[in-house]
């Protein structure tokens, strides 16, 4: 039983390691761990969460 409950906790670490940068520019593809206005490196405004554009 103790095993089953462990088996959970490493399948939720896994679910977190997915995307450690949940944000990218659509422009030039650089991800960044925060939301930014606009990307810091090429000025774009074209910035979203990776949930929404990974397939
Ligand atoms: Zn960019």
């Known amino acids: 039983m103790g095993v089953l409950d462990r ?11 997915e995307s450690p940068l949940p944000y990218v520019c659509l422009a030039c593809e650089t991800t960044f761990e925060v939301q930014h206005h ?3 490196v090429c000025g774009s405004y074209d910035l979203r969460c990776s949930r929404w554009v990974k397939q």
């Open 38 to 40: 606009s990307c810091p």
């Open 7 to 17: 088996a959970k906790e490493v399948s939720g670490i896994s679910d977190s390691e």
